[in-house]
């Protein structure tokens, strides 16, 4: 059967350009007669699935160097490749600045796809859509949305949680472009661009996921980052449901990964209410900036 692979990059970040370009590249993977073909983004430059280690140790072009740290102790650490980047966003490290976060978008794009793709399977069946996005996106989606004070990025959580959809949670939000495999959002203070990065079963289940990429630039200020989702659709016409957590390093609540020595493994869930995760969220909090 054949495995798709598609190229996308939509951006969102200040002075970026939105980029989309299609196609599809046959390749042999082992999976049964009913299973779907996984698909991926050509941008990650990967031929199947058994390239993922060599993938892992290679060097990411991101235009240059950019920083982790952690509060200034242990010391920062400089990633090349997404070995390194994985290994040190799950101890805890994070971009020290305003620019070195821009500079992280791509080891997000490939870094979180590169990890999952290695420990997913072809799914058993879909709801999905194809293209992914609906007549109404926003109205499909949950709430993929940014918010600076604590307060605000609680009530996300908890609309996600419900059930809300981004439509719902933010009506000022609007969809500005879209693509086959992009999609262009702003709200009153922010531009959103969103990529499919991957389709596969990612979690277990037999139900075809979608990993994205996110990337969020404010107007007229020189804010950006870029996050990674997981989503899925359990039922025919269904909404879309967020399977992983907001904050890197973006597990799934229920079977989170790490990556060790280039091998993807699962680990232990770390409720949000220990200290680890307080730490990780509230580091990840502190290198968001106000937007001038």
């Given at each position: ?122 799914a058993q069946r879909s709801h999905l859509t194809d293209p992914i996005w609906s007549a109404d996106p ?155």
């Amino acid at each position: 059967m054949e495995l798709l692979k598609t190229c996308v990059r939509w951006s969102a970040l200040p002075g970026a350009v939105i980029l989309v370009m299609l196609s599809a590249v046959p390749d042999v993977l082992t999976q049964g007669a009913s299973d779907l073909p996984m698909r991926w983004s050509n941008w990650l430059n990967l031929r199947s699935i058994a390239d993922i280690p060599a993938a892992l140790k290679a060097g990411v072009d991101n235009g240059g160097q950019f920083e982790l740290g952690m509060g200034g102790s242990p010391p920062t650490i400089w990633p090349i490749s997404c070995n390194d980047y994985l290994a040190a966003i799950d101890k805890g490290f994070y971009a020290v600045s305003t620019r070195d976060d821009k500079m992280e978008g791509p080891f997000v794009d490939r870094c979180y796809t590169l990890r999952y793709l290695q420990q997913a399977r072809p799914a058993q069946r879909s709801h999905l859509t194809d293209p992914i996005w609906s007549a109404d996106p926003l109205r499909d989606l949950p709430p993929l949305c940014f918010r600076f004070e604590r307060m605000s990025e609680q009530q996300v959580e908890d609309a996600t949680a419900r059930g809300m959809s981004w439509q719902a949670f933010d009506p000022e939000a609007r969809v500005t472009a879209r693509g086959a495999e992009g999609l262009a959002v702003e709200d009153a203070g922010l531009r959103y661009g969103l990529s499919v990065m991957a389709r596969a079963d990612f979690d277990g289940d037999g139900v075809e996921d979608v990993a994205l990429t996110q990337t969020i630039g404010a107007k007229g200020g020189t804010f950006g980052t870029t996050i990674f989702y997981i989503l899925t659709r359990l039922s025919p016409g269904g909404p879309m449901k967020l399977l992983t957590r907001r904050t890197p390093p973006f597990r799934l609540a229920a079977a989170p990964v790490a990556v060790t020595e280039g091998i993807a493994a699962p680990v232990p869930a770390i409720p949000c209410g220990r200290s680890r995760c307080r730490a990780t969220t509230a580091a990840r909090r502190s290198r968001w900036p106000t937007p001038r």
